[in-house]
């Protein structure tokens, strides 16, 4: 720098000497053209060679790129192309429909020239759990052992299932997941990032894009509640064939899971034992025929409902279950006037106790039928415990004991109802799904869109159902009258006046607490649809 500063002036003749050199040459060159010698002439392209002043910025020669620009950026072709390439992915679904993740957005934004905004800029087809695999593939493909839940209706498993499930455990479900992607071969094979699984709001916040998508996509049109055309009819009868219902594996090893119908076999059935412990005079041990034969079997209208079942998903079913009376097996084993609590015991060790009083008012039994068949291999063959009211997290399968005990501690009876451990909001109380179509689905224009789904809040009444296609803005209200807590609201919903576009459907329900107040879904099931 001292250097510069003494030698300032000299460095600067350098390039004003230099351009007067150019400037005396040309000059020179232009007054003796005539006296130039034609053997020692320029070449006529050197002459060309030598042009007046250009226009740049920044590099950039505008000149060309003005004179050029229409021959490679014609509009219509430029976005026509872009649009063909990033159209939204249709896929074929199992049970034959079709599925549009994300909507098609045909109008202008904000004064621009492009359509395809959500997957040219938001990449809406390549984000999100569901884009890179099923859930059910991301749990079977683990390095450790992790649980499985298989769905019986056509609905695609979601991100609440793990939220919820995960929100009582100690360990940090996010630091987990982070982990598991960041090392995944997988996950860089398809260039995955942050933004695979997040979308950061204004605030520099990062969500989850399942739980945002719909508020950021373009291309999804809302309907105020007073112009939806709507008919709602509901029932407390139907039940679910055997086929579409949930499937969540045992916690013992898997080489020792009874889950496959080949395995359903009348020798075990006629073999299988059940053992009447703990503080009775008279304990004992009976087969499940012997138990048919003494005590005989009823037949009961109840539900199954998973207590981590996440917002609108399928983990609840209906059926008609036979089994053997509990408190006639209680009657013959004399259990002591002291016991409270009732322990049902699977053969992987699996036991929620419930309180022996619960057993006897919500008339609690061990299941041997269902539908008019032997219970199904992976919902406990050949005996499980059911009741009324109670979540599916009490129903032990594969039972081989049941013990009778007097404890002060509080029994593990469960009623849903859990709680996101950061925002303090209920997961799944009510909870309201739709369970015959696919999120993204398309449907066909002129025809009513047709949905069938369930609300539940397992030992609470359901009072009403509501659905908003605006957003949450305004709601259609359905009233549910003098419904039973002990089976599960079926609903059937036709949309009749609905023009080609995408749409998203929120689904909320209302319960009457155990002290008279309302309770409402906190918590809402969303629905993409596509009219087509």
């Known amino acids: 720098m001292s250097y510069f500063k003494k030698n300032y002036k000299k460095l600067l003749v350098i390039p004003f000497a230099l351009c007067l050199a150019i400037f005396l040459g040309g000059c020179d060159s232009e ?65 034959g429909e079709k599925i549009q993740r994300t909507p098609t957005n045909n109008e202008l934004q904000d004064g621009r020239l492009v359509k395809s905004w959500n997957n040219i800029y938001l990449d809406a087809d390549n984000r999100g759990c569901n884009a890179c695999h099923s859930l059910e593939d991301a749990l079977e493909g683990m390095e450790t052992f992790h649980g499985v839940i298989y769905f019986g209706y056509p609905i695609e498993q979601n991100y609440y299932n793990c939220e919820a499930c995960h929100s009582f455990f100690d360990t940090k479900h996010k630091d987990s997941i982070h982990t598991l992607h960041n090392r995944s071969d997988a996950f860089q094979s398809v260039k995955g990032s942050c933004d695979s699984c997040h979308y950061i709001d204004d ?123 509990i408190k006639k097996i209680m009657e013959y084993a004399k259990v002591n006037e002291s016991v409270n609590t009732f322990n049902p015991i699977g053969d992987d060790g699996f036991c929620f106790n419930v309180y022996t009083d619960t057993v006897l008012e919500e008339d609690g039994l061990l299941v041997t039928e269902m539908n008019g068949e032997p219970i199904p291999a992976d919902q406990g063959f050949p005996v499980a415990f059911w009741s009324y009211k109670l979540a599916a997290g009490n129903f032990t399968k594969h039972l081989v004991e049941i013990n009778f005990e007097s404890s002060e501690e509080a029994a593990a009876e469960l009623y849903g109802g859990f709680t996101h451990p950061k925002t303090g909001l209920n997961f799944d109380k009510p909870n309201v799904g739709v369970l015959t179509a696919t999120s993204g689905q398309i449907f066909e224009a002129g025809k009513p869109v047709h949905l069938e789904g369930f609300a539940d809040a397992w030992d609470e009444p359901i009072t009403q159902v509501d659905v908003s296609l605006d957003k949450g803005k305004t ?48 918590y809402y099931a969303e629905f993409l649809f596509h009219v087509q």
């Open 203 to 325: 605030e520099g916040n990062y969500k989850m894009w399942d739980f945002v998508k719909y508020d950021v996509l373009r291309g999804i049109d809302e309907v105020a509640a007073d112009d939806l055309d709507a008919d709602f009819t509901w029932d407390q009868t139907t039940v679910t064939p055997n086929d579409k219902m949930y499937y969540k594996s045992p916690k013992n090893a898997p080489d020792e899971w009874l889950t496959d119908k080949t395995q359903a076999t009348d020798e075990l059935f006629e073999n299988w034992t059940v053992k009447v412990t703990g503080e009775v005079d008279n304990p004992f041990e009976m087969t499940l025929p012997e138990l048919i034969e003494e005590f005989g079997t009823e037949t009961h209208l109840m539900k199954s409902h998973c207590t981590i079942n996440g917002a609108g998903q399928p983990m609840v079913y209906q059926a008609e279950v036979t089994g053997v009376p």
């Open 475 to 522: 709601w259609k209200e359905f009233k549910i009258d003098e419904a039973s807590p002990n089976q599960w609201v079926y609903w059937n919903l036709d949309f009749s006046n609905l023009e080609p576009s995408a749409y998203v459907a929120q689904f909320r329900g209302h319960s009457t607490k155990p002290d008279g107040t309302n309770r409402i879904s906190e």
């Open 31 to 95: 007054q003796g053209k005539d006296d130039v010698d034609p053997e020692t002439s320029v070449p006529e392209q050197a002459e060309t060679a030598v042009e007046g002043p250009k226009e740049f910025v920044g590099g950039i020669d505008i000149v060309e790129r003005k004179k050029n620009l229409p021959s490679f950026y014609e509009r219509e072709s430029k976005n026509e192309a872009a649009d063909e390439k990033f159209a939204p992915k249709v896929i074929n679904w199992i049970n």
